[in-house]
């Protein structure tokens, strides 16, 4: 069957979409690097979330004005951002107490690969020599209440990121709550992956062929929408 | 009388010895204290154990630290960035030793040394390769890995401001490392962006109390990190 492999289903936007209508008013929120961050431009009106970056600042904002960048403002990737009215500023005991105890609500991350049971592999391609880097994956995987993975469905290669045991090294085992790829939504239960939701066009036999772990449709998700 | 003032980065520095366990604050150049960096190389020491985050960019700062072979050892969380090009190449060379710590266990293990706790468990890390040779104990039905506190034997901290008692403010999210670095050395080396009157420091807004400070020195208008390693400059200055 043919998919045209990362073009098919839903957006980058739309994946963030996703994401952001399934983060409930007033929650305290830990973005990752790269597609996660897109998450923040699609916050539904009427809700406020505050985002947390490792690096200490409760109340980050967008990236400032070109001329108004301050290299002692940054987020956890290092890039230039803003901090909002009411935002807040603490060492990094502090910033991996609100991690680490529990009181960020949701971390939203990407992934090499995710294993049915939601063991996640995002911080080592494996490859002998490379220079291991972890930074704070580790912690947010083991400290925050929902993990939420974003992330292509498969590979650049054609290859499965959801699968049923995850070749890479991991990061946190059986940590993530809720997969939001380009095909499906998926949910980790103890039975296993379920689908939520799938793209638009997209047929269940078709989701399944491009995910290494045996799916199941949410009762409510049956019918076609 | 107590003043913690030196009147140069040489005095600030003077004292390390080889061997030394060195933590340095700084989120890649946010907090990095590039002036007292410089003035250890222009020291000596070598045969340092440094604990930082990052491991620096270019050729300035820690990453020259490290390229004129200081340094045996570096603990930290990430120790690649955009620009970091000097520890990769001797790492793969197997000319610098790693110790990879998950920026919460690093974090938390600078902050137990500071506060004389020999060890902790944290669940951070357990079910991953970095669990290896760590002993583990099961609370409530879930699985924690025994992490040791860190000391060190200096700290190299940047701040915003600075009495001569040693209380210390910092700027945004330049604070990071800092505050627990502070608590976790022998002795704590400050650069301050600038000295104020006692007093003039908010006793509710003191970040950094004195008692955990030793030196300071006055750095008005620290190098910006960033530039020099877009410019490709080279410490010492080429």
């Known amino acids: 069957m043919e998919l045209d492999k990362n073009k098919a289903g839903w957006s980058k936007e739309q994946m963030a979409q996703n994401v952001a209508l399934d983060i409930p008013d007033g929650s305290y929120v830990n973005l990752g690097i790269g597609m996660p961050e897109l998450v923040a431009g699609f916050v539904p009106e009427g809700r406020e979330v505050i985002y947390h970056t490792e690096n200490g600042l409760l109340g980050m904002g967008p990236e400032p004005e070109e001329g108004k960048e301050d290299p002692e403002l940054i987020n956890a990737g290092k890039k230039y951002v803003t901090a909002i009215q009411g935002a807040c500023y603490f060492h990094h005991a502090d910033s991996f107490t609100m991690i680490r105890g529990r009181h960020i609500d949701v971390c939203v991350l990407g992934a090499y690969e995710v294993s049915e049971r939601g063991d996640l592999a995002n911080w080592s391609t494996g490859k002998p020599g490379a220079v291991p880097a972890v930074g704070g994956a580790m912690d947010l995987v083991a400290g925050v209440r929902n993990i939420f993975v974003i992330t292509k469905h498969i590979t650049k290669q054609g290859k499965p990121k959801i699968v049923q045991n995850c070749q890479l090294p991991l990061t946190g085992k059986g940590v993530v709550k809720r997969i939001y790829t380009n095909l499906a939504i998926l949910e980790v239960t103890q039975e296993g992956l379920v689908v939520n939701k799938m793209a638009p066009g997209l047929g269940f036999d078709e989701l399944q062929e491009h995910t290494d772990a045996p799916l199941t449709m949410a009762s409510s998700s049956k019918k076609s929408r | ?238």
């Open chain 2, 1 to 238: 009388m107590i003043n913690k003032l030196v009147p140069s980065l040489a005095e600030a520095v003077n004292g390390v010895k080889d061997g030394s366990v060195i933590m340095i604050s700084g989120f890649g150049e946010a907090g990095s204290p590039i002036e007292l960096i410089h003035a250890l190389i222009d020291q000596g020491a070598k045969d340092l154990t440094i604990v930082s985050n990052n491991t620096g960019s270019g050729h300035v700062g820690i990453a020259s630290l490290i390229e004129h072979r200081r340094v045996r050892k570096m603990i930290c969380s990430f120790p690649r960035t955009t620009n970091s090009v000097v520890f990769p190449e001797l790492y793969s060379q197997g000319e610098i030793e790693l110790e990879l710590v998950p920026q919460g266990t690093l974090a938390e293990r600078i902050r137990a040394g500071g506060a004389g706790i020999p060890a902790f468990y944290t669940p951070t890390s357990v079910g991953t390769p970095l669990e290896e040779g760590k002993e583990t104990r099961v609370f409530d039905g879930q699985t924690y890995l025994m992490e040791h506190g860190i000391k060190a034997d200096f700290s190299l901290v940047k701040c915003e401001a600075a009495d001569r008692y040693g209380n210390l403010v910092y700027n945004k999210t330049a604070r990071n490392f800092g505050p627990i670095m502070c608590t976790a050395a022998e002795t704590t080396i400050v650069q301050a962006r600038g000295m104020v009157e006692l007093g003039e420091l908010d006793p509710e807004a003191v970040v950094t109390p004195g008692i955990f400070v030793q030196r300071i020195v006055e750095i008005n208008h620290p190098l910006d990190e960033s530039k020099l390693v877009s410019e490709n400059w080279r410490y010492p200055w080429n």
